[in-house]
């Protein structure tokens, strides 16, 4: 792990216990966010806020939070080293990969790039451990949400495929990855 230099504008860490609240706190205002600015998946985030708090310092959820010294907790992602069953196929479970999911940044910080550094800190944090990729699911119901695909792609995302879910009808899950690579000048921006 690296350490904090004087240039790095954030940290990211491992998610503690303690860290909980906070990250609650920024669902819900991400939550308020989305409803407020028309995205209908919003509800979801609400409801589910103290629960997907409740995995971050939880030693099955290999959560990381990214911190900036004036605010706090700005961004929080889960980064497994297991790819789900479904998207996937058994050749692709058996690679070495990061799964990214639950991604969620501070509203009161947005068009600041906090989510791509994130996605570019997991590539550089699975090259360094060794993982071939970095993969990322978006479940979109209709055609709500395909946003966030396109949103991936500009970034340099490859969708792998899109597959029905397995219990609701209305809803596709998108699987999409990058080679997971060493990242220049990311420690400029993000220490860890």
């Known amino acids: 792990m690296t350490t904090a230099t004087a240039t790095s504008a954030y940290l990211i ?35 589910n806020a103290d629960e997907l708090a409740s995995q971050v310092g939880d030693e099955e959820w290999p959560t990381w ?12 992602t889960t980064a497994s080293h297991e790819t789900p069953l479904t998207g996937w196929s058994e050749d692709e479970r058996d690679q070495r990969a990061v799964f990214l999911q639950s991604t969620i940044t501070d ?14 800190w997991a590539l550089d944090y699975a ?34 495929r899109a597959v029905p879910h397995s219990r609701r009808r209305d809803v596709t899950v998108w699987s999409l990855q990058r080679p997971a690579e060493r990242q220049p000048g990311l420690s400029e921006l993000v220490a860890w």
């Open 13 to 47: 860490r491992p998610g503690r216990a303690l860290d909980r609240p906070e990250v609650a706190k920024m669902i819900r205002a991400r939550a308020t966010w989305m409803r407020d600015s028309g995205y209908g998946r919003w509800v979801g985030w609400e409801r």
């Open 65 to 76: 939070v990214l911190c900036d010294s004036a605010n706090g907790i700005v961004g929080v």
């Open 107 to 120: 509203p009161h910080f947005t068009g600041r790039g906090l989510g791509v550094l994130i996605a570019f």
């Open 127 to 160: 090259a360094k451990d060794g993982h071939d990729w970095v993969r990322r699911g978006v479940l979109t119901v209709g055609k709500d949400n395909r946003g966030l695909v396109r949103y991936y792609r500009r970034q340099g995302w490859r969708v792998v």
